[in-house]
């Protein structure tokens, strides 16, 4: 019996390495998104910043670890085997919790987490005790459940979401309203004094949250709450002083500072406070095998009240988490998806946005848009106008191409998300209420992002359907983890060793899938065949730009076309709906080539406005062609998916046929303008009439089998659409042909 927890002894090891990997990708969000939001500092320079207080925020954390041993459950009350269970639990469900998450960059609560996978797993182990007992019953579950715990993280979601949300709004609103966008000017007269309160709140939020976590905090916890008020003020006139010098002396904006240290905070307060859950479970079950081990008792009897006590520091395990930490800062690429989330969410300018619109974004932002307007009525016209030159943003017409090399957003609403974020945390701590550092950093910056007018008309039914999403995911976060959890301690404790065993298995399998879904979505993304919009300012420009979008259509046509013939002629429904995800990609970037398209126009000379004219035509063929795909491959997925009679033998011959006289003109097309030889595009364009005709053949032959013998309607509607819509994508193919054969002939 002992060897089995020796083995989850040193599993909750590896477990907690692995832990400590997946919640450092999930919440670098809260310390990095101002920071590389607003490029105010190098991203070397930041992730030196954010390591340093990761490292430091990491040794001096030994004070939270207590809330995983006795914060959800009650400890004596559990055996030690029954404990061990429990933990080895909670770690499985929370590293697959968060790493779905990081895999689809989306941040969570790494705290909701650990405590609802806590508090399923604890439940599901008192109801076995429960149900084994001839005497407990279901009301004595409040014996074993800290239930109070439970219903304090719930309200804080809920506090973290409106408090953060709204504060967030109207802090930015006044600061804006003061600065404007052109605010470089303003920060000559009294911005050291605007980066003095924004450094005060930040170095509150260090002493109060970012420290609370220490060993030696309770030192110093009696003064910091008998002198707040003297603490403050002697921190506004430090850091007041401290700004001015660094302007003076260094000639930068005083703003960076406030970011360098905003973003040291967080990334101090994170380590300090949250290393607990990726490390908290894992030591515990160290520290309860230690006193097992040495008490000469059996495994299921040995209470487990020792947890209720103070236990000690170690300070190399908090060490070696630190290293960790700062490591997977550096080299996650889900850390940057998840990153990527919060700062496109609150970009000021354009971008690709990532999330539908959905019934209740749009109900939002339509309810929002009526009540704006009925307030804006009361309001006199002068002091509208007024309002309105403080939010007036400058110019820019670099279209989605450039905009992610730009700042997502300026200097001021970075120093704001930092500052407000950092005084609510500080508040809720002192006024022990549990906020979770997610939800407040992300909302903060959610709400400056409406203050800033971010949300325009042209992305507000975007970013709030993200923002539910997120919002969802969080409610979800505790759902799942409880269930899940839950649901893993009642497996283990049937199957003991064999259920830990395959857990672990199945644990490193569904890691290494997303890791490599990850990866695959990644170079998908960054694919050499992807679309890239076009920068030239010039008609030939345009033209030499638009072929190679139109030899990697081509190619990628040929491709798609290819896959869906031989998945329907297999009935394959598996590969049919991989294709559909390939076309679904191709037509979001033709959407995104179309939506640059008013920067396009904007950006080019006065002698070279006919080429959008060209670019215009261009892309509706595109689109065309897209279009064309889709239709084939969804029709074609819904045929085989729903079991339909699949293709005769002589359909499937006439298909692949087709195929093949399609896929030469393809690769055809894609040569001449990979080469750009478009004197040669007359051999394609003298294959148009023959390959109408043999689809228009195919049809007509189609018509007279149908006619004569009786075949099934569904079949036959499908071979239909497919030949007609071939069609149509070949005449497509054949306009983009003619369009620059005619171009090389006039030059």
């Known amino acids: 019996m002992e060897n089995i927890f020796l083995m989850i002894i040193v599993a909750l090891a590896v477990l907690a390495v692995v832990d400590l990997i997946v919640g450092v990708s999930n919440d670098a969000v809260n310390f990095l998104n101002s920071a590389i939001g607003s490029k105010a500092i190098s991203f070397r320079n930041i992730m030196i910043i954010a ?7 990491a040794v001096f954390s030994s004070g939270m670890m207590e809330v995983a041993r006795k914060g959800i459950f009650i400890p004596s009350q559990f055996y ?108 000559k007269s009294f911005g050291a004094v605007f980066a003095g309160i ?43 002083l401290i700004s001015y010098v660094f302007g003076k002396l260094f000639h930068l904006n005083v703003l960076v500072l406030v970011i360098g240290v905003g973003t040291f905070g967080l990334a101090l307060a994170f380590a300090g406070n949250d290393l607990v859950n990726f490390i908290g479970v894992p030591m515990a079950a160290y520290h309860s095998y230690e006193a097992w081990s040495i008490s000469g008792t059996p495994a299921n009897e040995f209470s487990m009240g020792i947890l209720s006590e103070k236990v000690p520091a170690e300070p190399l395990l908090l060490f070696l988490a630190g290293g960790v930490m700062m490591a997977t800062l550096w080299f996650s690429k889900k850390a940057r998806s998840v ?7 609150s970009r000021q300018g354009d971008t690709v946005e990532r999330f539908q619109p959905n019934f209740l974004s749009k109900t939002i932002v339509k309810g929002s848009t009526q009540l704006i307007s009925m307030l804006g009525a009361a309001i006199p016209e002068n002091i509208q106008a007024k309002i309105s030159s403080s939010f007036q943003t400058p110019l820019n017409d670099v279209g989605d191409a450039h905009a992610k090399d730009l700042p997502a957003f300026d200097l001021i609403r970075a120093s704001i998300n930092l500052a407000v974020a950092g005084i609510l945390i500080s508040i809720a701590t002192s006024m022990k209420l549990p906020l979770s550092t997610t939800y407040v950093t992300f909302m903060v910056a959610m709400g400056t992002s409406l203050a800033d007018r971010a949300w325009g008309r042209e992305s507000a039914v975007y970013r709030v359907a993200g923002v539910l999403n997120v919002i969802g995911g969080w409610f979800l976060t505790a759902l799942f983890a409880f269930v899940i959890a839950g649901t893993l301690t009642f497996l283990i404790h049937l199957g003991r060793g064999s259920s830990i065993a395959v857990l672990l298995i199945i644990t490193a399998g569904l890691l290494i899938r997303n890791y490599l879904k990850h990866q695959g979505k990644s170079e998908l993304d960054q694919g050499a065949q992807e679309l890239k919009k076009t920068e030239s300012k010039t008609v030939q420009g345009i033209i030499d730009e638009s072929a190679e979008n139109i030899a990697k259509s081509m190619y990628r046509t040929y491709r798609i076309l290819g896959g869906t013939i031989e998945a329907l002629s297999n009935n394959d429904a598996g590969e049919l709906k991989k294709v559909r995800k390939r076309v679904l990609k191709f ?20 002698t070279s406005v006919s080429g ?33 009679k699949a293709l005769s033998v002589g359909q499937v011959a006439d298909l692949a046929e087709v195929q093949k006289q399609i896929s030469t003109l393809l690769v055809e097309v894609e040569s001449a303008f990979n080469t750009k030889k478009f004197n040669s595009l007359k051999v394609s364009l003298d294959r148009k009439e023959a390959l109408l005709d043999l689809l228009s053949s195919k049809i007509d032959a189609q018509i007279d089998h149908t006619r004569r013998e009786e075949i099934s309607p569904k079949n036959t509607t499908l071979y239909f659409n497919v030949l007609l819509e071939l069609k149509d994508m070949v005449r497509s193919v054949m306009n983009l042909v003619d369009e620059y054969h005619k171009s090389s002939a006039q030059r």
Request: hydrophobic share 50%.
């Open 339 to 345: 990153v990527d989330t919060a700062i496109n969410l």
């Open 587 to 606: 037509e979001e970037e033709v959407e995104s080539l179309r939506n640059n398209l008013f920067y396009l126009i904007k950006s080019l000379d006065e």
């Open 51 to 57: 390591s340093a207080g990761i490292f430091i925020g």
């Open 198 to 240: 924004c450094l005060t709140a930040i170095g509150y939020f260090i002493f109060f949250k970012g420290l609370k976590g220490t060993p030696f905090y309770g030192d110093i916890q009696d003064l910091l709450k008998n002198h707040q008020l003297f603490l403050v003020l002697g921190m506004l006139a430090f850091w007041t």
């Open 612 to 644: 959008s004219n060209f670019y215009i035509f261009i892309l509706a063929n595109l689109t065309d062609i897209v279009q064309s795909l889709d239709y084939i491959s969804k029709k074609s997925f819904k045929h085989v998916d729903n079991y339909h």
């Open 80 to 187: 030690f085997d029954e404990i061990m269970f429990i933990f080895f639990a909670v770690m499985i469900g929370d590293i697959l919790l968060l790493d779905f998450f990081n895999t689809l960059g989306m941040p969570t609560s790494t705290t909701v987490s650990i405590v609802f996978n806590l508090l399923g797993a604890a439940v599901v182990m008192a109801l076995i005790k429960i149900g084994i007992s001839d005497e407990q019953t279901f009301g004595d579950l409040s014996a074993y459940i800290n239930t109070d715990k439970a219903k304090q993280i719930i309200f804080g979601i809920l506090l973290s979401v409106i408090i953060a949300f709204s504060i967030g709004m109207i802090v930015q609103w006044f600061s804006r309203l003061i600065f404007t966008f052109q605010y470089e000017r303003k920060l």
